[in-house]
């Protein structure tokens, strides 16, 4: 039976568990013997459960709680010397994870590498009749469910990459379905504009009775996250601005742009599904930090997110993208802080296109963000608001 992959290591997806050890009170000492190694042999494309960007297997330990393989533990500091691994009378040194004590730690399996002390052939690959004998040791009250596994080996470089990849992917789809919403509610008003009946419906709630504008995108919508959750929203009524920050209005939030890991400015701007404060992390930051200790706690609300439940943040996204990359800030604004604009000018953000008063798009173009000096800058022309999904 297979540890759920809700507990799996990105770095390590499981093929197959060749055994499992139990460290206890009056069992410190457990060991197995093989006569063989004989490593799995699977394609990259064999559609494995592990999902696997690799074809090179490795032979992997993973700690567990006692008499529950399903809740991964951490490993104990291997200067503590509460156990030792051993293969092929080799010990094992090198590898070993850092398992960080936290309060509340969300942990996926910590894999020790074991693959480096196996015989191998001329060409580097683990030898398939070479036999082999793993002791485990515990020298204190260290104790643990351990399981011994095939495992797809993944670096970590190539996580990084392709989960940032998707989540950037699924982002842009995002951009690019709002800008085809907006451009066909625009082809629509100019329908009717041009129809022979021009009477407004005055009880229709969608309409603004002074200027006699037609709401033309719904400022509500779901991101769509891995296994199909959607973003919490944004918390709405509460006033950030202070009176003494300049630049700085009531009800605006002043969001910094750095990564709380790193406190550099953040190329991916992301948080959990579930998260509901303003603030985000870089991803690739986040991910690299939490496959080198194997939790996976919100650096700014401690709560789980697991590299499945990470969301492009699209309204500090869309703020990275636009700003120059020395500038650190930005303030969040209007309903649930799904819009934006820089210190010290005047809301404008992200535009889908741009309507006049009858509804008709410029071109049908996507307009690029502008920062605009002058309230009446925009004169006849509004921007239509891409209010990103938080």
Same mark, same amino acid.
């Given at each position: ?8 290591? &990105? ?18 000492? !457990? ?5 063989? !190694? ?14 696997? @960007? ?47 004590? @936290? ?9 020790? &590498? ?28 260290? !104790? ?36 085809? @919403? ?209």
């Amino acid at each position: 039976m297979l540890p759920p992959r809700s507990v799996e290591s &990105p770095c390590f997806p499981i093929h197959s568990v060749i055994c499992r050890f139990d460290l206890t009170p009056t069992n410190s000492s !457990v060991s197995s013997i093989l006569k063989r !190694v004989d490593p799995p042999k699977v394609a990259p494309d064999s559609g494995h459960r592990s999902d696997q @960007r690799s074809a090179v297997m490795g032979l992997v330990l993973f700690p567990c709680q006692l008499g529950d393989p399903t809740r991964p533990i951490g490993w104990p500091p291997l200067s503590a010397e509460l156990c030792t691994v051993a293969v092929n009378d080799n010990y094992v040194t090198t590898g070993w994870p850092r398992c960080p004590v @936290r309060g509340a730690s969300h942990r996926t399996l910590a894999g020790l &590498p074991l693959s480096p002390y196996l015989q191998r052939k001329s060409d580097g690959s683990i030898c398939e009749d070479a036999p082999l004998k793993v002791n485990i040791v515990s020298h204190g009250k260290w !104790v643990a469910t351990l399981l011994l596994a095939w495992c797809s080996v993944v670096d970590v470089d190539t996580v990084v990459q392709c989960t940032v990849t998707e989540l950037m992917g699924r982002y842009r789809r995002q951009q690019l379905g709002d800008v085809s @919403r907006s451009l066909s509610v625009s082809t629509n008003l100019t329908m009717a504009s041009s129809s022979s009946d021009t009477t407004l419906n005055l009880d229709d709630p969608n309409v603004d009775v002074d200027s006699g504008w037609v709401d033309a995108v719904e400022t509500k919508c779901d991101r769509a996250c891995p296994q199909g959750n959607s973003a919490a929203p944004r918390p709405t009524g509460v006033i950030v601005g202070l009176e003494n920050d300049a630049g700085v209005d009531e009800g605006e939030a002043l969001v910094t742009l750095r990564c709380p890991l790193s406190y550099q400015r953040m190329k991916t701007a992301g948080r959990g599904h579930l998260c509901t404060h303003l603030t985000c992390f870089d991803v690739g930051t986040y991910i690299v930090s939490c496959l080198n200790s194997n939790a996976w706690n919100c650096p700014i609300c401690d709560g789980p997110v697991f590299i499945r439940d990470i969301c492009i943040d699209d309204t500090l996204q869309s703020a990275l993208e636009a700003l120059d990359t020395d500038v650190y800030s930005v303030l969040l604004l209007g309903q649930g802080y799904r819009q934006w604009r820089s210190v010290g000018s005047t809301p404008c953000v992200t535009a889908v296109c741009r309507t006049d008063k009858h509804g008709m798009s410029e071109e049908g173009q996507t307009k690029h963000v502008e920062t605009l000096a002058d309230a009446n800058a925009c004169d006849d022309a509004e921007c239509v608001v891409n209010t990103a999904c938080a």
